[in-house]
Nanobody, 130 residues
Framework: DLQLVESEGGSVQPGGSLTLSCTAS????????MVWFRQAPGRECEWVGT???????SYAGPVMGRFTLSSDAAKRTVYLKMNSLNPHYTTMYYC????????????????????????WGQGARVTVSS
């Protein structure tokens, strides 16, 4: 079975950094785009960024320049490094795997965890506060 396991989130002070990881199993890693979303209570599931099968990355405007996606294929793990955090970035972060031939809109999911979009990690809570 396809499975994604995220690292635990964490708490950081404003201006700090945090890296989340998402480890995949049960599927051919190279056949899936790895996508990150975030969702606050009562808010829409918001696209954060994508690491494509070709290695290219793309980011949502609010995180561009702050967040960086990378991967370690040998560990089947994708990393989301978040820099210069402020309380605005406090929320749940989710990774998802979307097959490269999927016909879903790559930056839109009805809800974080929606299996019609792809397969999801369990979510990681990030808290930024002083």
């Amino acid at each position: 079975d396809l499975q994604l396991v995220e690292s635990e989130g964490g708490s950081v002070q404003p201006g700090g950094s945090l890296t989340l990881s998402c480890t995949a199993s049960g599927f051919t890693f190279d056949d899936f785009d790895m996508v990150w979303f975030r969702q606050a209570p009562g808010r829409e599931c918001e696209w954060v960024g994508t690491l494509g099968t070709d290695g290219r990355t793309s980011y949502a405007g609010p995180v561009m320049g702050r967040f960086t996606l990378s991967s370690d294929a040998a560990k089947r793990t994708v990393y989301l490094k978040m820099n210069s955090l402020n309380p605005h970035y406090t929320t749940m972060y989710y990774c998802a795997a979307v097959h490269l031939r999927s016909n879903v809109l790559p930056t839109v999911s009805p809800a974080c965890g929606d299996h019609g979009y792809g397969s999801w990690g369990q979510g990681a809570r990030v808290t930024v506060s002083s």
